[in-house]
């Protein structure tokens, strides 16, 4: 399984970048930043951390799927 995560893990780099994922979490803060109530803040900050969190869900989901298939061969 960490062979796996690992070449997963690898690979992220390059999805995360082709995705831009950095320019979308940079807007994220900004906003956060430029946000002057409380539960404005609030919302944008579930948002942003459930979008990494499910994104990071996929990908352990992912990488659980490739070990499986793999010890079959």
């Excluded at 807007?27 to 946000?35: C, D, I, T, V």
């Excluded at 659980?64 to 793999?70: A, G, M, N, Q, V």
């Amino acid at each position: 399984m960490s062979a796996v995560l690992l070449v997963i893990g690898g690979l992220l780099g390059g999805v995360a970048h082709a995705a831009e994922f950095e320019p979308l979490l940079g807007w994220a803060w900004s906003s956060f930043a430029a946000a002057s109530t409380w539960w404005a803040k609030a919302l944008i900050a579930l948002g942003t951390l459930g979008g990494v969190a499910g994104f990071v869900a996929f990908v352990w989901w992912l990488a659980k799927r490739l070990d499986e298939d793999f010890r079959h061969w």
